[in-house]
C-alpha cells in the first residue's frame, strides 16, 4: 500500500499589494462621500441661517415703512443719508440706523443679522476704501429716494408707497448680494448688463455665475425666497410699478 503525503502550504499572511491598494481606493472614495455630504449639509444649514436673516430685515422693512406714511428708507448708497436704512460708513453709529428700532431698539442690534454666514468680507473687489460689511442691500427703486427708472416713459420714478405696490409678495425688496459687486447698502437693478451691475449672491449654489445660479432675497410683503439670478434680472420683479408677466 502507497501511503500519501499531505503537504499543507503554509497561510499566506496579509494582503497583496493589488488587494491593498483597492482597499486604500475604497476608504478613500467612501471618506470623500462623507466629506461631500457634509460640507453640503453645512452649507444647507447656512442658507437657512442667511434666508431667515433676509426674511427679518425684509419684515423690519416693512414695518418701517408702515410707521413712515408706507415710505421705504434711504438706500444707503455711498452719499450719506439721514434716512439711510443701514448706517455702514466706517464714519457713522450704525445703532442709529433708521432700521434700528425695527431690529433691535434703542440699544442697537445684533449686526449679524445683516450678514449671510457664507459671506467672505475679504472678497470685496468695490469700495475697498470704506468697505460695506454686511451682506443684504436694498432694491434701490424701493427706497425713498429711488434709483433711476428704466423706462420714465413705463414706469414713474417714484418714490412709491408700500400699498401703491402691485403684486407686492412678487417685488423685490431685499437681496443677499454677491461680494464682487458690493460696495454700499444699494442694490441698483437697473444697471443689469452694464460694467456695475449689482448681483444676487449664488453663494449658498457653488457661487455658480449664471442666470440659473440661486440665492436669497425677501419680497416687499416680507417673506423671504431662494430664488435664480434670471429673477432678480426681471424688470417685472424689480420695478414696483410693473406688471407681472
Known sequence: MCQVTCVRRPRRAGFTLLEALV?????????????TGLGR?????????????????????????????????????????????????????????????????PTGFNQEVLRCPTDELDRRVRGTTDPYLYS????????????????????????????????????????????????DG????????????NYLATRHDGDRQVDGGKGNIGMADSHAEWVERSYVRDVHHFEPSAPLH
Open 23 to 35: 482597499i486604500v481606493g475604497i476608504i478613500t472614495l467612501l471618506i470623500g462621500l462623507v466629506v
Open 41 to 105: 449639509a453645512r452649507e444647507s444649514g447656512r442658507r437657512a441661517v442667511c434666508l431667515n436673516h433676509v426674511r427679518q430685515v425684509s419684515a423690519a422693512l416693512v414695518s418701517y415703512a408702515t410707521e413712515n406714511d408706507q415710505y421705504f428708507p434711504a438706500k444707503a448708497d455711498s452719499t450719506p443719508n439721514s434716512a439711510d436704512w443701514i448706517y455702514w460708513q466706517a464714519a457713522r453709529d450704525w445703532r442709529q440706523s433708521a432700521l434700528g428700532p425695527f431690529l433691535g431698539g
Open 136 to 183: 443684504y442691500t436694498l432694491n434701490g427703486r424701493m427706497a425713498a429716494i429711488p434709483d433711476a427708472s428704466t423706462d420714465p416713459s413705463k414706469y414713474p420714478t417714484g418714490p412709491f408707497r408700500l400699498r401703491d405696490i402691485p403684486n407686492a409678495p412678487d417685488k423685490i425688496l431685499l437681496v443677499d448680494e454677491d461680494a464682487r459687486s458690493l460696495d
Open 186 to 197: 444699494n442694490f441698483n437693478p437697473t444697471l443689469v448688463g452694464a460694467p456695475l451691475e
